[in-house]
Nanobody, 126 residues
């Protein structure tokens, strides 16, 4: 079955860096776009970034120029490199897929996701 497993979360200081990993299995992951979502405490899940099967990318305005998404199709993994981390970046980060090849204009809509991982927690504190 389709599985998405996130890892790499932890504690980071404001201004620091962290790299999240999502490992995909149970489907031809390299054929589909993969997304990262962020859920802050008490808030809805929000789209952070997307990478398509052809390596096109999309970013939320709040993380543009700070976060970088990448993928390794041989490893069936997608990564989120977080830099210049801010307090508001704290929360749970989820990997998801809408089982579409490209990010398109609606990649950040959580209702479009067909599969989710269980998330990895990022805490930001000084």
């Amino acid at each position: 079955q389709v599985q998405l497993v996130e890892s790499g979360g932890g504690s980071v200081r404001p201004g620091g860096s962290l790299r999240l990993t999502c490992e995909a299995s149970g489907f031809t992951a390299d054929y589909y776009a993969l997304m990262w979502f962020h859920q802050a405490p008490g808030s809805e899940r929000e789209g952070v970034s997307c990478i398509s099967s052809t390596l096109g990318t999309g970013y939320a305005y709040s993380v543009k120029d700070r976060f970088t998404i990448s993928r390794d199709n041989q490893q069936k993994s997608v990564y989120l490199q977080m830099t210049s981390v801010k307090l508001e970046d704290a929360g749970v980060y989820f990997c998801g897929t809408a089982m579409k090849r490209f990010c398109g204009d609606t990649w950040s809509v959580q209702d479009n996701m067909r599969y989710w991982g269980e998330g990895t927690l990022v805490t930001v504190s000084s």
